[in-house]
């Protein structure tokens, strides 16, 4: 009974593997869902390479597609897609507990820590009652975005259904950053209308932002001027670390592109291209304009700001924004002769100072890998194409050069494999190949080793 015992508790799966084998199953699901023919355009095949393809750039919310969507689905497909993306968008385990609670499912303490792995949270306290609060807000989004995108449409579509078809797809995609389009051409034909423009920003920046730090606006709305509402540090931080990158990327490409692309735009032109693809980069995937019409210096700062990505629990992948502040003002204290990281009058934990080197490091040696294989499996591809179709997987932005249909089967499975990847997250990769939590039972010595 011991011996039985012992083998139960060794094949008995972690939160983390749990959470892999539900977005796996997802990815199955979606494929066979995608692949029925009456999802499909009359006369168009898809092939299965290609539908898992769509299926796991879809779940990740990537954007990176081998064919193309409003060629190759019709309405039925776009509303299948709409519903795979909000699978991957808010999460499996979010809309999981809306069935459950729906049906009257007691949420118990394994639920709760597949929930907990999913929204990459520390604790259990008010799992439940976050993931109804995420659902409500992510849907509202939606819906408003929805309505407004709808309405406007009706000048550029002759009849209200496909506005509003139109409105509705445009709102879902861009809310859960997923990048994907059934324009036919992602928002170019909208690139001269900074109305559309703006709503898709808003869109993304709310989609991107962070789960936690939707909630803590809202509930700051509702107690204004009752209570002395106070954000957390979570909020402080990512906030700030990701409306600085959103202008420092906008600046920087407006300089870089001031003699090449924008040279003979206006100001409202360069302004608008400049800061509707430093948010696109940040996870959405949208693109008002041909990437390749980019110089090399700004398709290298994409690239940085598609490696980092979102903020921490949300819609969105990359090594996450506070990852990357807590890097920087790590290296900075640490020139200063601090010991310790302090910001808005909290001091960092110096685990969470840990686990930030090892995801970026991790991501800088799993995007090194990839770029390196794919430039053995494509040979006729250049560098920087490599390297920016990468940061765009890995970061599930869904940005690309265009090279992504022309992939082999095995390219085709390297940038899957980094999408996956980039959805579940690095520490969720890393628990899955580690497994359980092993407790030491000695130390050796320690001894200190020359570093730098």
């Given amino acids: 009974m011991v011996g039985k015992g012992r083998r139960n508790e060794r094949f008995r799966l972690t939160s983390v593997q749990l959470i892999v084998l539900f977005y796996l199953a997802a990815i199955i699901a979606s494929t066979l869902l995608l692949s029925l023919p009456a999802a499909l355009q009359p006369g168009v095949e898809l092939s299965l390479v290609d539908a898992l393809f769509t299926a796991v750039s879809a779940i990740s919310v990537t954007g990176l597609t081998v064919v193309s969507t409003a060629d190759t689905f019709n309405v039925l497909g776009y509303f299948i897609l709409a519903f795979i993306l909000q699978f991957g968008g808010i999460g499996i385990m979010t809309l999981g507990t809306f069935v459950w609670l729906v049906f009257g499912k007691r949420i118990g303490l394994k639920d709760r820590q597949l929930i907990m792995t999913d929204q990459n949270r520390s604790t259990f306290s008010g799992l439940v009652r976050l993931m109804r609060q995420i659902l409500v807000i992510i849907i509202t989004i939606e819906i408003i975005g929805a309505a407004i995108l709808g309405v406007y449409f009706l000048k550029y579509f002759s009849t209200w259904q496909e506005a509003f078809i139109q409105g509705f797809f445009a709102s879902v995609s861009a809310t859960t950053n997923a990048g994907f389009d059934i324009t036919g051409s992602s928002l170019i034909p909208f690139a001269n209308d900074y109305f559309v423009q703006t709503i898709n920003m808003v869109l993304l920046i709310l989609g991107a932002i962070g789960f936690p730090v939707l909630v803590e606006l809202k509930d700051y709305m509702l107690h204004r001027g009752v209570i002395a509402y106070k954000f957390t540090l979570f909020t402080k931080l990512t906030t700030t670390t990701f409306f600085l990158l959103m202008f420092l990327g906008a600046l920087f490409i407006y300089l870089f592109e001031l003699n090449h692309f924008f040279v003979d735009k206006s100001w409202h032109e360069s302004l608008f291209y400049s800061l509707f693809h430093s948010v696109s980069a940040r996870n959405g995937g949208l693109a008002t304009m041909d990437m390749n019409d980019f110089s090399r210096p700004t398709l290298l700062l994409l690239s940085v700001l598609m490696f980092i990505g979102a903020s921490p629990s949300s819609v969105g992948g990359g090594i996450r924004t506070t990852t990357f502040a807590i890097m920087i003002l790590s290296i ?111 130390h050796y010595p320690k001894e200190k080793v020359i570093i730098g």
């Fill in 332 to 442: 900075f204290f640490y020139a200063r002769g601090k010991d310790s990281l302090k910001v808005f009058g909290r001091e960092v934990d110096s685990g969470d100072i840990y686990k930030s080197f090892i995801v970026i490091s991790t991501a800088s040696i799993i995007c090194f890998a990839s770029v390196s294989l794919l430039s053995f499996l494509e040979p006729s591809i250049s560098l920087i194409e490599i390297l920016f179709e990468v940061t765009s997987a890995f970061g599930t932005t869904g940005l690309s050069l265009g090279i992504t249909p022309s992939l082999s089967t095995g390219g085709k499975l390297v940038i899957t494999a980094l999408m996956f990847v980039g959805r579940i997250g690095i520490f969720s990769f890393l628990f899955l190949i580690r497994g359980k939590t092993i407790k030491e039972q000695f």
